[in-house]
């Protein structure tokens, strides 16, 4: 081989291992940068982000310890309850948010208050786009929100999927209307037992959303909306039917079912 041959094929080959070690560092630091994108909401060890709010009681008042922090877990627990009494709670990250990916893992465990409405048995859920819990009256029971809904198996073998819609307050369009539903069911499995689940949603504002349980895309809707029915003993002035949501508080939920939550993190798209 001519010698001015060799010296362009090594130079080649040398620029060839150069450019997959520039693109495999590039790459890194996306990856790292993705990594740095996500923000986490609960720090692990306290609720000093959070807000709590609990049907019957003002802002802020963490009845029976609910809402409590284990292991660096957010747990629902009702071991200080006497009685149930509708005392339907959700704790809030201290801002609100628009557009953004939200990702967290829940397991259902412990016990069922049977003092509770039954629909609550293995039910839990996120709400978003929810109004200022310093907004809400004492007797108001559930936030205007739009909530992904977790529901677990009832060990009776009848499906029963998570990462559902619920719409206190509020509307979506769904399949090109409004849905005057309640609660619009995904395509997701039945998960059964206390496993973790990894629930995700894609929130665009008032536009697009979308629900993700264990990676797979099982719901989308939009234009979220105030509206409907179901929640009960809110100041008139909030409720204003027809008012696009386009950003709001995310909570979790307690309603009767012990349940715990961990890795609750959030990247903002815009």
């Known amino acids: 081989m001519h010698h001015s041959t060799r010296v362009f094929h090594r130079l080649f080959y040398l620029f060839g291992a150069l450019s997959i070690l520039i693109l495999a560092a590039c790459a890194g630091v996306k ?53 149930f009494n509708d005392r339907f709670g959700h704790l809030y990250f201290r801002e609100p948010f628009s557009y953004y990916h939200l990702s967290l893992e829940y397991r259902f465990v412990g016990q069922w208050r049977s003092d509770a409405p039954v629909y609550t048995l293995k039910n839990s859920g996120v709400m978003f786009h929810a109004q200022d819990p310093r907004t809400m009256p004492r007797e108001q029971d559930w936030p205007i929100s739009v909530e992904m809904q977790f529901l677990a198996g009832l060990g009776d073998g009848k499906p029963r999927p998570t990462g ?18 309640h609660c619009i069911d995904s395509s997701s499995k039945t998960y059964e037992g206390e496993q973790w689940v990894k629930a995700e949603i894609i929130v665009l504002g008032d536009s697009l959303i979308t629900h993700i349980i264990n990676g ?9 909306q105030i509206g409907g029915g179901v929640v009960n003993g809110f100041e ?35």
Not at 237 to 248: E, I, N, T, V
Request: proline fraction near 3%; charge should be neutral.
């Open 164 to 181: 559902n819609m619920c719409s206190p307050g509020t509307d979506v369009v769904f399949q090109g209307k409004i849905d005057s539903r």
């Open 216 to 224: 797979d895309t099982v719901l989308q809707y939009s234009k979220p």
């Open 236 to 270: 008139a002035a909030m409720k204003q039917d027809g008012k696009p949501l386009r950003s709001g508080y995310i909570a979790l939920q307690s309603e009767g079912q012990e349940i715990d939550f961990r890795n609750i993190k959030l990247r903002k798209l815009k």
């Open 31 to 83: 990856n790292r940068t993705a990594e740095q994108d996500w923000i986490s909401l609960f720090n692990g060890k306290d609720l000093s982000d959070w807000i709590v709010k609990i049907h019957h009681h003002e802002v802020g008042d963490n009845y029976g310890n609910t809402f409590r922090v284990n292991d660096g877990i957010i747990q629902v627990r009702y071991d200080q309850y006497d009685k």
